[in-house]
């Protein structure tokens, strides 16, 4: 009842004329999380090394540079910002 309350008053306010942007926006900044699995599969080849054996970051400096410059790449691509987000986030990761 709450909700729909809420979503009512959003959308007599014209909070609907966001929703496009909104989804553009997700489009552009969700994909270049991909390089989550780029490093999965082309660093590691499928398979992560057991925890034991691996001396985890605290911080992955790398990855997080990785993500803004894809999500900057997609943000200003003129043409299909996921598909560059995603091509970006696997070139942006470190090889070996």
């Given at each position: ?5 809420i ?10 004329n ?51 410059i ?27």
């Open positions: 009842m709450t909700g729909a309350a979503g009512t008053v959003l959308a007599v306010g014209g909070m609907y966001l929703l496009i942007p909104f989804l553009v926006l997700l489009g552009t900044f969700i994909p270049p999380i991909a390089r989550i699995m780029a490093d999965f599969w082309l660093n590691h080849k499928g398979r992560y090394p057991a925890l034991a054996e691996v001396r985890l970051p605290a911080f992955n400096g790398t990855g997080l540079a990785a993500y803004a894809a999500s900057a790449a997609a943000y200003f691509s003129p043409l299909l910002p996921p598909l560059v987000g995603v091509i970006v986030a696997a070139r942006a990761t470190p090889c070996c």
